[in-house]
């Protein structure tokens, strides 16, 4: 089995559309990695997520928003002989996007972001109330460097 790398814009986007959380990367004042799980939503290029005003990935944006995030679908245990340890792998399609946290202020701006967040997990329409809004905060990060690939592929014979 073999690694192949999706260059294809759509393949990635497709990998993307069908996650249901990404995986954001940041490193601390001490640098120490920190990962968390997310729900987001993806828009030309732009990943939006969304969290409470404060917290600890928060304090880390504030000081280095660079981040990391990874998407990843279609997990499959293959094997190549079943008695063999080292043939067994994960069979999987991921994503890996890097890019720069700004968060958005804009009430209106806001609600842009949430409606691609919610478009992500659901076809209705929603309304924001200003409260909600205001408590909210938008992750805006455009995709500086992408890259995708697929695991676990048969070698042709």
């Known amino acids: 089995m ?9 393949k990635v986007e497709e990998i993307i559309s069908r996650c ?7 490193v ?4 120490n990695p920190y990962v968390i799980p997310m729900n987001f939503g993806y828009q030309d290029g732009v ?21 990391c995030i990874t998407f990843s679908i279609d997990h499959e245990l293959v094997f190549q002989h079943p008695q063999v340890a080292c043939s067994y792998r994960m069979k999987a399609k991921s994503v890996i996007c890097r890019g720069k946290v700004h968060f958005i202020e804009n009430l209106e701006d806001k609600r842009d972001a949430l409606n691609i967040i919610m478009k992500q997990y659901s076809d209705k329409t929603f309304e924001y109330s200003d409260p909600a809004v ?3 905060k938008i992750w805006e990060i455009p995709i500086d460097s992408i890259s995708a690939k697929e695991y676990g592929v048969p070698h042709k014979r």
């Open 47 to 67: 990943i939006y997520l969304h969290s409470g005003p404060t917290g600890h990935s928060i304090d880390i944006l504030n000081h280095n928003n660079n981040v």
């Open 2 to 10: 073999k690694t192949v790398v999706l260059d294809e814009q759509e």
């Open 28 to 31: 601390d004042n001490e640098n």
């Open 20 to 26: 249901d959380i990404c995986y954001v990367g940041m």
């Open 134 to 136: 205001k408590n909210v």
